[in-house]
């Protein structure tokens, strides 16, 4: 069997993408402010998987500062598509757009100040990718809302459910037919908090 690499740890933290200068400053301010992030890692899987995807109309429950949604409104602009990311408080929201304006994606993503679950009752709109980074005892209540928002083969994402509060969402997306989907525990650097689980689903017909 091949050797593996001594401390993988600090050696995948060195690896990490090449971000814009805006990115690293809202790093150094997530960790000043105290806003969870994604990070760049969980970031340029977020721009990967809507690449990939090619998904042309993307959900966001819970904006914070807009980092996360850096990253998909570039892989949506590039499809001509659009970002709608919904953040609860008015104070994040305003930072979100003013990051979004700052780096030039204001037009492929919308901020929405709004309460997600509140939301997804009430909306008629279909989307092909859904990142959800909400209250994580609130995901298990959006998982119904988040099936018929979206579409056949959409891909749902699901962050921190590593979280003790998120255990209901993992049982019950494990034992839903209506689900194809795969958990995955790593170390996610500049994330909050560094070892994480994310949840990859797909929504079957």
């Known amino acids: 069997m091949n050797p593996m690499i001594p401390d993988p740890e600090s050696y995948f933290s060195r690896l990490l993408p090449r971000r814009s200068t805006l990115l690293e400053r809202l790093e150094k301010e997530a960790a000043l402010e105290e806003i969870p992030i994604v990070g760049p890692v969980v970031g340029e899987l977020l721009y990967l998987l809507a690449r990939i995807s090619r998904a042309r109309r993307i959900l ?89 928002t979206l579409v056949p083969g959409g891909l749902l994402v699901a962050d921190n459910v590593g979280f003790l509060d998120a255990d209901s969402f993992n049982r019950a997306m494990a034992a839903d037919p209506a689900w194809r989907s795969v958990s995955l525990y790593a170390l996610l650097p500049g994330h909050s908090p560094r070892f994480d689980g994310l949840c990859l689903a797909v929504r079957t017909a």
């Open 60 to 148: 966001e429950l819970g904006t914070a500062s807009g980092y996360s949604t850096l990253f998909l409104a570039e892989a949506c602009r590039e499809v001509l598509g659009r970002v709608v990311s919904l953040e609860y408080d008015p104070d994040l929201a305003r930072k979100a757009k003013l990051n979004l304006a700052e780096a030039g994606l204001e037009d492929a993503a919308e901020i929405v100040c709004a309460d997600a679950l509140t939301w997804l009752a009430q909306t008629t709109d279909d989307f092909d990718l859904v990142f959800i980074d909400i209250e994580k005892e609130d995901y298990v209540k959006a998982l119904p809302l988040l099936h018929k």
